[in-house]
C-alpha cells in the first residue's frame, strides 16, 4: 500500500475512535445531568415541605405569643 493511502486509512480509524470516545463521553454526561435533574427536584420539593412547615411554625408561635398576652393582660383581673 502507499503511503497516502495508509494515512488516510489511519486518519479514519483515528477519527472513529475519538467520535467513539466523545459519544461516549456525552453519553455519561447526559446521564449524570438527568440524575442531577431529578435531585434537584426532590430537593425543591424537600425545600417546599420546609418552607410550608416554617410558615406553619410561625403562624403557631404568634398565636401562642398573642394568647400569652391576653392571658397576662387579663390574669390579674381574674385573681383580683
Sequence with gaps: MEPGV???IGLLFGSLIAWLALRSRTAGL???LSLMEKELAAEKASLA?????YTE?????????FTLESEQRTGPKKWN
Excluded: D, M, P, Y
Excluded at 415541605?49 to 412547615?53: G, I, K, P, Y
Design 6 to 8: 495508509v494515512g488516510v
Design 49 to 53: 415541605r420546609l418552607q410550608e412547615a
Design 30 to 32: 447526559s446521564a449524570r
Design 57 to 65: 411554625l410561625v403562624a403557631t408561635r404568634s398565636k401562642g405569643e
